[in-house]
């Protein structure tokens, strides 16, 4: 394994956790001023929660991460489904 790091100025060439970080630093951490770390802790944690559970991803679809990954989960269950199924016809 080798470590790639992005070009310094070149953003763009980790965009998604680039905008992740816009959007954290926009909506959480611009937001509140930390005097501990367990008030940064306290914090943070829900907007994480909102973020991964309850926030649309236009990136998902408009779906949540949550929504996104039982669809995932569905899709793959009737796949497997449809592979069980078209074996059983070979007996």
Not at 32 to 56: C, K, S
Request: proline letters at 4%; a neutral charge.
């Amino acid at each position: 394994m080798q470590l790639s790091f992005i070009r310094p100025g070149k953003p763009n060439e980790n965009a998604h956790i680039e905008s992740f970080n816009g959007k954290f630093r926009d909506e959480c951490l611009n937001e509140h001023w930390f005097l501990t770390l367990q008030h940064a802790r306290g914090v943070i944690e829900p907007w994480r929660i909102e973020y991964n559970t309850e926030r649309e991803h236009s990136s998902l679809g408009k779906r949540t991460p949550q929504e996104y990954a039982q669809m995932l989960i569905q899709r793959s269950e009737k796949a497997v489904s449809l592979t069980a199924d078209s074996r059983s016809g070979r007996d």
